[in-house]
């Protein structure tokens, strides 16, 4: 079955510190999101590419999908407190409608 | 604006009783999606609606059926509660079925005993 799998599981910083977390899928993507979950909250969303290799930045985070349409990445530049959380990428396939979310990365940043 | 409601947002529940969550939105969405999220786990899609009148199984169908009561509201029930049916649900909808930001609802955090 189609896996969508996220690395690393957990990532400790210390603030100022980048951080990176890594969505690969099995199987050709229609389009990738990106949500974070502050703990004890729902997931928001941050955001969506469509386009094989796009790249699009929001302030410090940086998010990129892979040529080939199967991976993603999420870069945050000089991580803040603010920024804790689990980020996770939801994935759709062609010819479905559902989002099938990854398995999440909880970040945690210490001052 | 409420966005996405649900109810309730606790509930306790015995083996084998039944007890249906609600979901509603006022954002004229089209799809509308129930997932389950386990401590320290990611979303699992239970059952999604790309629009009214449609609905199709998600990853973890068994033991809940929803409804598509209308454009607004979207129900999920468990017929007979079990044990493992412990989780956090969240309801979300979305504009559209393709490329649409998911709106989520501020989750229902049953267990079972």
């Known amino acids: 079955g189609q896996q969508v799998m996220q690395i690393p599981q957990y990532q400790h910083v210390q603030e100022g510190e980048d951080f990176t977390t890594y969505c690969n899928s099995s199987?050709?993507?229609?389009?990738i999101q990106w949500y974070k979950q502050r703990p004890g909250g729902h997931p928001v969303f941050l955001i969506q590419?469509?386009?094989?290799?796009e790249v699009k930045k929001q302030k410090r985070l940086t998010f990129q999908f892979g040529e080939a349409k199967k991976n993603s990445s999420l870069h945050i530049t000089a991580t803040q407190t603010t920024d804790v959380g689990t980020y996770f990428c939801?994935?759709?396939?062609?010819?479905?409608?559902?989002?099938?979310f990854g398995t999440g990365t909880r970040l945690k940043v210490l001052a | 604006n409420a966005g996405v409601t649900q109810t309730p947002k606790f509930q306790v529940l015995k083996t084998g009783q039944s007890m249906t969550l609600q979901c509603a939105q006022d954002?004229?969405?089209?799809?509308m999606y129930w997932y389950r999220q386990d401590p320290g786990m990611g979303l699992r899609l239970i059952y999604y609606?790309?629009?009214?009148?449609?609905?199709d199984k998600g990853e973890v169908p068994n033991g809940y059926n929803v409804s598509r009561l209308n454009k607004r509201e979207f129900s999920l029930r468990l017929e007979s509660a079990a044990p493992s049916q412990t989780s956090v649900y969240f309801c979300?909808?979305?504009?559209?079925?393709?490329?649409?930001?998911?709106?989520f609802g501020e989750g229902s955090r049953l267990t079972v005993l």
């Open positions: 609606s790309a629009s009214e009148g449609t609905t």
């Open positions: 954002m004229n969405h089209n799809s």
């Open positions: 979300a909808s979305s504009s559209s079925y393709t490329a649409g930001e998911l709106f």
């Open positions: 590419l469509v386009k094989s290799g």
């Open positions: 199987t050709t993507l229609s389009n």
């Open positions: 939801a994935v759709q396939y062609s010819g479905t409608y559902k989002y099938i």
